[in-house]
């Protein structure tokens, strides 16, 4: 049985220790451990943030700038990093396709799901940009709500760590990690695997959220493949 995958990476993470733009190794990082999973013909699409350029929520924090210009500016964002995976990938060999929620015929095709379940069919990579298309919503939300629609058999938030904790383990030596835990779980107690509205729209849709550090080589093969000692799973 064939197996599909989204996975959202979040956009500082592009940033590296620079804290804002794109730094180009990890753009190649990234591409490397994708060209892993494309040729273990595991079909992969992709939703990336934007904060590493501007986020809606602190570009309208003082008022001056509405809080929906804000997020459609985050939005604009996020097809900017989509543009540079595109490329990375491509520069790896990769066949890939960036699809926007907003319409910019220039840069890649408006989102179509039939489209993109066909490009994914073909061992396309595709890249899912301009988040829902919609203000007030996150590109969590937006990686839930690609990952439903494609057919996705889990979505991957790529991180900083390997899994879920009880608290931060960057300040708490004592941080039990969450191996495995419940939608309702993650939503009463207020667990931030993802924003509130993507948990339970996850849940709706019955679609595991697994949970990883990106930075480990070959993490996202090795997970997909079965090892979940890698991560944390909200199912």
Do not use: W
Not at 187 to 207: F, G
Request: with cysteine; glycine share 10%.
């Amino acid at each position: 049985m064939f197996k599909r995958v989204l996975i959202k990476f979040s956009g500082e993470a592009l940033a590296g220790d620079e804290g804002h733009g794109i730094d180009t190794k990890i753009l190649k990082f990234i591409a490397d451990e994708i060209k892993q999973l494309v040729e273990n013909d595991i079909q992969v699409g992709i939703v990336i943030g934007g904060g590493n350029i501007i986020r809606g929520v602190s570009a309208a924090a003082d008022g001056i700038i509405k809080r929906t210009s804000g997020d459609y500016m985050g939005m604009l964002a996020t097809v900017i990093n989509g543009v540079a995976i595109q490329e990375a990938l491509e520069h790896e060999g990769l066949e890939a396709r960036l699809q926007s929620a907003i319409d910019m015929r220039q840069i890649g095709e408006s989102f179509i799901v039939r489209r993109a379940k066909r490009h994914l069919e073909k061992g396309r990579v595709v890249i899912f940009a301009g988040g829902t298309g919609n203000p007030y919503f996150t590109t969590d939300t937006a990686g839930t709500l690609r990952a439903s629609e494609i057919d996705a058999h889990m979505i991957i938030k790529a991180t900083k760590v390997d899994g879920v904790y009880d608290k931060d383990p960057n300040k708490y030596p004592d941080a039990v990690k969450l191996e495995t835990l419940s939608y309702d779980q993650a939503l009463h107690d207020h667990i931030k695997v993802m924003d509130d509205t993507a948990i339970a729209l996850a849940k709706d849709n019955k679609l595991p959220i697994v949970v990883c550090n990106m930075f480990q080589p070959g993490n996202l093969l090795a997970i997909i493949n079965g090892d979940h000692t890698r991560c944390s799973i909200v199912k």
